[in-house]
């Protein structure tokens, strides 16, 4: 369903309960636990900057942090994402028994060590630019350090490749989904989630409002001084038709920002993507926002009014996020009637509306 479609019923006056802004997850109960623990015992791997801590591996690539406050953020989008799509950790159509797996920009490997886990015959890879994942996982999962721009040196024949909040980092995605059609077995599948990163609402939500500029802000920064693809949620079904893939579908899920949603489903996702939210704000006036010029007391004043934004009940605020699939063509090329979401994970029944 597309942007503006829909309603998302608010709250009414007098509706919110104590506590209400606590963000818990039916799919992840246990939200505050981390399986990693202190994260500073690689630090020899990291480099600290501006009371953050960065990846080493191709120094600057990626200016976002990767310390424990990072994880914070990243697990709290995991749930959100299993609360978005009713406890799955995918929708597109690859059947009960995958047997190469990859996860791209895998982060932590949440995603990755639960797809192992579901899938236990299954290899499953995860790559990213930071060695920030766990020691103890599944025998079936393997975590490489690699920068998935470069040319490729993992296995090929994948049965399904996976991005999450990935292209919307990179700098030429085009290039990056040739290489994952190349990589994929015939008959494959690719499957990529991405924000549109605009902040948008009813009535209530101002042009001026800080969280609106705060994402453009960083829209801006992020495109012009790192040079991402910061718009690529909007053009990618092309793109990935004009790589080659078949059977691309696209859905998309506007999430509310913030508890305010009547519904209560979507007023745990909107709590999640509250914290989210927090959480990139404060990541952001690390090392983009400082290297863009921005003084201490004008990030400083931003924070607060984004915090305030973010806990003001009255602004029903929304993002897009879409979730995309395609296929490899087969070796008998033939597209697929398969609806979205088919097979072990069946067709979504129920989407996050504005």
Known sequence: MEQGVGVIEPLGEGEWQSGEDTATSDYDP??????????????NDHIWEYGRRYHTFREGRYPIPNDDLEYNREYMRHAMFKEILE?????APIGNHPQKIADLGTGFGDWAI?????????????????????????????????DIEDEWVQDSDFDFIHLRYVSIAL????????????????????????MSPHVFGDHTVKPDSALVRFYELGNEVLSS?????????????DLMLRTGFINVRKRTYN???????????LRVIGRLM???????????AARPFIEHGMEEKEREELRDSVKAALNDRTAHAQVPIHIMIGQKPP?????STSSFGSGQQQQQQQQLQT
């Not at 630019?129 to 490489?144: A, D, K, R």
């Not at 700098?171 to 991405?194: C, H, M």
């Not at 001084?225 to 079904?237: K, N, P």
């Open 30 to 43: 246990s939200i505050a636990e981390s399986r990693y623990g202190s994260l500073t015992s690689s630090v």
């Open 87 to 91: 406890g799955k950790l995918f929708v």
């Open 114 to 146: 639960e797809m192992g886990e579901m899938f236990p015959s299954a290899k499953v890879v995860g790559v990213d630019l930071s060695p920030i994942q766990p020691v103890w996982i599944p025998p079936n999962v393997e975590f490489v350090v690699d």
């Open 171 to 194: 700098k030429d995605n085009t290039a990056l989904f040739r290489r994952i059609f190349e990589n994929l077995k015939p008959g494959g599948w690719v499957e990529s989630a991405e």
């Open 225 to 237: 001084r790192y040079g991402f693809e910061v718009e690529i949620a909007d053009s990618l079904q």
């Open 255 to 265: 999430v509310p920002i913030g508890g305010w949603a009547k519904e209560q489903r």
């Open 274 to 284: 509250k914290e989210v939210s927090m959480d990139l704000c404060v990541a952001m």
């Open 331 to 335: 070796l008998s090329a033939n597209p």
